[in-house]
T-cell receptor, first 112, second 113 residues
Framework: DGGITQSPKYLFRKEGQNVTLSCEQN?????MYWYRQDPGQGLRLIYY???????QKGDIAEGYSVSREKKESFPLTVTSAQKNPTAFYLC???????????FGPGTRLTVL | ELKVEQNPLFLSMQEGKNYTIYCNYS?????LYWYRQDPGKSLESLFV?????AVKQEGRLMASLDTKARLSTLHITAAVHDLSATYFC?????????????FGTGTRLQVTL
């Protein structure tokens, strides 16, 4: 983290509601990523963006949507179509030309 | 599809002893990362291994990469309680100009007295 902020830290949602998770960075990195982590498991890629106004689906994009209108921001919307959204969500950034990804502090989403 | 496997999934370590975590991956890649995660926290980058035979050391941790065997190891020397955490390896995949990481399932280390 340090330069990457995610908000809120904890989020509770009722079933059937859409919810948007925020990711902001001041590292001037071009690429941004969203991952999902379930208890006792590794990270799985949801969406990623290499440049403003462009993004690609990752391995588990169904039920999620993103936008990249500004270089600094890459919000993730968890829609009601996502069957089991309770998880820890991590945003990461990367400077193009390198592989290193830097991670934000995460948002823990719980569906009630 | 790239698969990344770590073993063991859980390791109970005695203080002062040495241990090794293994990370195997299924397709060709010559770049690999190791991350640490404390409970409820984000990921902290430990090592980046950029070529076959690469070895990096920091304190009691040493990581190595054998791209021909598609294997990376994380060796812990004289374990101490501060090393208790979950450790992930992540393999770099390139898709055009995009760089993606595929993560292993993680190895949870617990150091006991």
């Amino acid at each position: 983290d340090g330069g990457i902020t995610q908000s809120p830290k904890y989020l509770f949602r009722k079933e059937g509601q859409n919810v948007t998770l925020s990711c902001e960075q001041n590292l001037n990195h071009d690429a941004m990523y969203w991952y999902r982590q379930d208890p006792g498991q590794g990270l799985r890629l949801i969406y990623y963006s290499q440049i403003v106004n462009d993004f690609q689906k990752g391995d588990i994009a169904e039920g999620y949507s993103v936008s990249r209108e500004k270089k600094e921001s890459f919000p993730l919307t968890v829609t009601s179509a996502q069957k089991n959204p309770t998880a820890f969500y991590l945003c990461a950034t990367r400077q193009v030309g390198t592989d290193t990804q830097y991670f934000g502090p995460g948002t823990r989403l719980t569906v009630l | 599809e790239l698969k990344v496997e770590q073993n063991p999934l859980f390791l109970s370590m005695q203080e002062g002893k040495n241990y090794t975590i293994y990370c195997n991956y299924s397709t060709t890649s010559d770049r690999l990362y190791w991350y640490r995660q404390d409970p409820g926290k984000s990921l902290e980058s430990l090592f980046v291994l950029l070529s076959n035979g690469a070895v990096k050391q920091e304190g009691r941790l040493m990581a190595s990469l054998d791209t021909k065997a598609r294997l990376s190891t994380l060796h812990i020397t004289a374990a101490v309680h501060d090393l208790s955490a979950t450790y992930f390896c992540a393999v770099v995949q390139l898709a055009g100009t995009a760089s993606k990481l595929t993560f292993g399932t993680g190895t949870r280390l617990q150091v006991t007295l």
